[in-house]
């Protein structure tokens, strides 16, 4: 087994456009769930919006690519309204259920034959970032450094990721330490207190849901200019979870988390796959048991196990703090 | 006894239900709410008079709690109007109540557990400039009335005997710390009618007369009361003025030295509990004799097991 190469990967994975994208889906799910408590199970929806918005803007509409960025961010805005508006004034489940049926009827909305001229159908959106690459200082095809080994759009697309990522981090740090984020933890504690005492909890609410809808629109521009492309079938509802997991793994409500937990998440997927690959080649995992292609289910599986295990001896994952998962319990 | 000799400006009112006060600060009028068939509250009128202490007592499933969520507006009314402060405010929402001078606790203390004791505190601060969500990213816009802030906030805390543990988180706190934090707590919002669920339920003896002590220093800041209360001893203590709900209607009221004395009361309310326990020693003494009754009528179950 070629344990450089496996390390190789993971880093260059931890640090890829997957990990960019994530962190950043993860940090506008971290604004919903770690800090204002609301139950978002179809953040996927938001990547999608952002995603689509860009790649609609540019191919169906025409419209000037970085205008496009823009109606990106609305597209997530305009969802995040949607939802928002109707079930935040109810019980956090609502929300709950509406964002995982949202965010699928949007995948099979766009990817439907009568939407395909807007849409592009199930092969999604195609040919719209030539613009943003017209910028690209890395012109050669493949890039290694030390252990990182990037294409060169990918390379792009990390350089301008990660600072974005960040600058987003340290936007949402300054925010959460303000009175807006002393309110939405509160209202995350206990919304009636904060009722109590004066705080319109839906409308903080709603101005969360935005917040953590734009990141999450941010994440999918991200990742249609990344890919060059805009697929529906990304958007599947086990996405979602995976940026719950990444979420989890790093600490719910930990200003990090989103990063280091995003990071880790891919880095352990390559590592799982290339150790289980080299055992295949070496035989030690007989074909009779698991073939090639079994091996990326098998993966996911690990991960589920790695998870169960972390909230079994570390609930409050990474970065989160013992003690105010102790509170939590009571 | 009431606690002051002053002339109460209750005097010559008569101890009726639904009478008027001469200054109200707070009128309910013809408020009804059914959950079903059950008339939880039907009240004529009730109006609480301005800088007093009012007692909301009843026995259990009287619609106390209700009667205070519908004038708190965290439950709707199916009829009937609020007035506060001359302003009417039924359907108003409850963080608007708050801002107009009116807040509750809860029976069942909310204290905002995963924040520290001083966070929980500036929470309640009124129109904070950093709330505002393009503002909250630049500090220089609120820091210096957040400061402002956390001196009323440390002030309050050392009043109420918490300073010292004003970084712990408030999930630290312990039942009867939590009540005193949700009374310091409402009164960052600068509060003109303070309304208390139970405040005392659950606390040690101990405790309940330092909570009875801030409650009179309420009033004397020139802040109303109402409290709903189960312990006749505490509402004879504090109050001024006594309301009794009985399934879902003012039954009587009166100041506490004479709703004591009201057949009407003593039949709804102390009645019902005649037969209660008078002290602890007694109590036991109730508890061991249903303990003898029930092992005496285990003993045949086992032999038929």
């Known amino acids: 087994m070629n344990w450089s190469s496996i390390f190789q990967q993971a880093i260059s994975q931890a640090f890829g456009l997957n990990a960019v994208v994530f962190a950043m889906a993860t940090i506008g799910l971290n604004v919903h769930f770690g800090y204002t408590g609301l139950l978002n199970f179809g953040h996927i929806g938001f990547v999608a919006m952002g995603g689509y918005g860009v790649g609609m803007a540019i191919t169906t509409f025409g419209l000037n690519p970085y205008l496009g960025l823009l109606v990106g961010i609305v597209y997530a805005l305009l969802f995040a309204l949607i939802l928002g508006v109707p079930t935040l004034r109810l019980r956090g489940d609502y929300l709950a259920i509406v964002t995982i049926a949202a965010s699928e009827v949007f995948r099979i909305v766009v990817r439907s034959t009568t939407l395909a001229p807007l849409t592009g159908g199930n092969t999604g959106i195609t040919a ?82 935005m917040l953590g809808g734009a990141i999450g629109g941010l994440a999918g521009i991200l990742l249609a200019i990344g890919n060059s492309t805009v697929q529906p079938d990304y958007f599947v509802p086990v996405q979602t979870f995976f940026l719950w997991a990444a979420l989890i793994l790093g600490g719910v409500g930990r200003i990090w988390s989103p990063i280091v937990g995003s990071m880790l998440f891919w880095a352990l997927l390559t590592i799982t796959d290339g150790v289980m690959r080299g055992l295949q080649s070496t035989g030690a995992i007989p074909s009779w048991l698991m073939d090639g292609p079994q091996v990326g289910q098998v993966r996911f599986m690990l991960v589920g196990l790695g998870l169960a295990l972390l909230m079994v001896y570390r609930p409050q994952g990474i970065f989160g703090s013992r003690q105010e998962m102790m509170l939590d319990a009571r | 006894m009431p606690v002051d000799a002053a002339p ?63 004038l708190t507006g965290f439950d709707q009314p199916d009829s009937g109007t609020v007035v506060f402060d001359g302003k009417a405010v039924s359907g108003v929402s409850p963080y608007r109540l708050a801002n107009m001078g009116m807040v509750r606790t809860f029976q069942l203390t909310k204290s905002l557990t995963r924040l520290s004791v001083m966070e929980n505190m500036k929470l309640g601060a009124k129109q904070q400039v950093g709330e505002a969500f393009l503002r909250a990213f630049l500090p220089l816009f609120w820091r210096g009335q957040e400061r402002e802030i956390e001196a009323r906030a440390e002030d309050l805390l050392s009043r109420f005997r918490l300073s010292h543990m004003r970084d712990e988180y408030a999930g630290t706190l312990s039942g009867g710390q939590r009540k005193l934090l949700e009374m310091a707590r409402a009164l960052m919002v600068e509060p003109d009618l303070v309304m208390l669920d139970e405040p005392m339920a659950g606390v040690n003896p101990a405790l309940t007369q330092s909570l009875l002590e801030h409650v009179k220093s309420l009033r004397s800041q020139g802040i109303t009361i109402v409290f709903v209360e ?76």
């Not at chain 1, 910028?135 to 890039?143: D, G, K, M, W």
């Not at chain 1, 080994?149 to 330490?177: E, K």
């Not at chain 2, 039954?251 to 004591?260: M, S």
């Not at chain 2, 036991?284 to 029930?294: G, H, K, R, T, V």
Request: charged fraction near 20%; hydrophobic fraction near 45%; proline fraction near 8%.
């Open chain 2, 8 to 70: 109460s400006p209750l005097a010559g009112v008569p101890y009726e239900p639904g009478v008027d006060k001469p200054d109200p600060i707070l009128i309910v009028e013809g408020m009804r709410k059914a959950f079903g068939g059950l008339m939880a509250v039907d009240v004529h009128k009730v109006s609480i008079q301005r800088g007093l202490i009012t007692a909301l007592i009843g026995p259990n499933g009287a619609g106390k709690t209700t009667f205070f969520n519908l």
């Open chain 1, 128 to 209: 719209f970032a030539a613009p943003f690459y017209d910028l690209n200082p890395f012109t050669e095809r493949l890039y290694s450094f030390g252990p990182f080994f990037y294409t060169g759009p990918n390379l792009f697309m990390i350089t301008v990721g990660w600072p974005l990522v960040i600058l987003v981090t340290v936007a949402i740090w300054q925010l959460m330490r303000s009175p807006w984020g002393r309110v939405v933890k509160a209202i995350r504690e206990d919304e009636d207190a904060a009722r109590a005492l004066g705080k319109n909890a839906y409308w903080y609410k709603l101005q969360s849901l």
């Open chain 2, 230 to 305: 189960h312990d006749m001893d505490v509402v004879r203590d504090i109050s001024d003025w006594v309301v009794v709900m009985s399934e879902g209607r003012v039954i009587a009221e009166g100041p506490p030295e004479v709703i004591g004395q009201d057949p009407d009361v003593i039949d709804a309310y102390l009645g019902a509990h005649h037969d209660a326990p008078l002290t602890v020693a007694q109590e036991e003494q109730q508890l061991a004799q249903i303990e003898e009754a029930q092992a005496e009528l285990d003993e045949p179950g086992t032999d038929a097991l």
